[in-house]
């Protein structure tokens, strides 16, 4: 037999009041003024210590009795048959190989997740996303970026009806029209620049229209665009970039707050570094529409080279914090593994 004094609390009021608990083989026994309770061991629940917090042990009856005496604490444990994993527990928390084993399995799993997992969520998501939350979405964007970044574009009508049935043949000829959108800008700010936007809106800037030597290279960029939006690139790329928003679209199927995200829209497009499997998605898809075309891939990496160009200098005169919006191929792989690849496919 064991006692010690202890604090206890009945559990329906905050009185504290000192008792003492007396340990008899299987039973438990708290002794105080105007209470006299007695318990099986097996019934009590004792918590793990935290660092130099008192220990408690709480009573069935909703009691709880808190002790420093460790002697009749451990003698507790044991008759209750929590002192063998409580013990080993504690051995794996004081053991530094255990616990650096344990952190690099946990950064293995994170790194996991984040190559497999959230891309893998992030497409489940933006496929369940509701054509109108995108609508939304791409309209809002569009605005903000006519607000902030672009102008309305002085391309000639005749000139832009052009582009626009290119627009529709690089759709393909069974494409939904209200499907994809061709949007004119200009912007000084961006320069030669196409992007596409949520739900199916491709924006191309005149000054990349004005760079192009034939309308087979703005074909391409155009191709190349489209693959992004029907890979739902953007949508992807964005949940990747927000693990909490990806999960509660994964579960709702739907965005808590569209205004919120659409605010955020802009910088993301205009500055958007897609992953590299992205990249080969949509340039295979430009590829592949100008090869049905009878359309050369060279003309896609001509364009591409003389974007690359156009980027050099542009960035030198970053440097001087003249030019503080990146180009088309700031934000995209290595150019030069591109048109290596471009030109491959297309035999040459």
Known sequence: MKSATVAYFDGRVSTRRSALLTLDGGSVTISCEGAGLSFPVAELVIPPGVGSVRRTVRLPDGGLCELDDMEILAELERASGAGNSRGLL??????????LAALALTVLVVVLFLHYGVPSLARRA???????TENTLGRESLATLDRILMKPSTLKKERRDQLSE?????????????AYRLEF????????NAFALPSGIVVITDELVDLARQDDEIAAILAHELGHV????????????????LIVATLTGDLVSITSLAATLPTVLVDASFSREFEREADNAAIDWMKSAGISPRRYAEILGRLQAQLDVRQGKAADGRSPVRNYLSTHPDTGDRIRRILKAGGE
């Open 90 to 99: 504690l051995r794996w928390e004081k053991s530094l190989p255990l616990a």
């Open 230 to 245: 029907r890979g739902r690139h953007i949508m992807r790329h964005i949940m990747q970039s927000s693990a909490a928003g």
């Open 166 to 178: 290119l627009f529709r043949r690089a759709a393909g000829p069974g494409a939904d029209a209200s």
């Open 126 to 132: 933006a496929l369940a996303l509701p054509p109108a």
């Open 185 to 192: 800008r200009s912007s000084p700010a961006i320069g030669a």
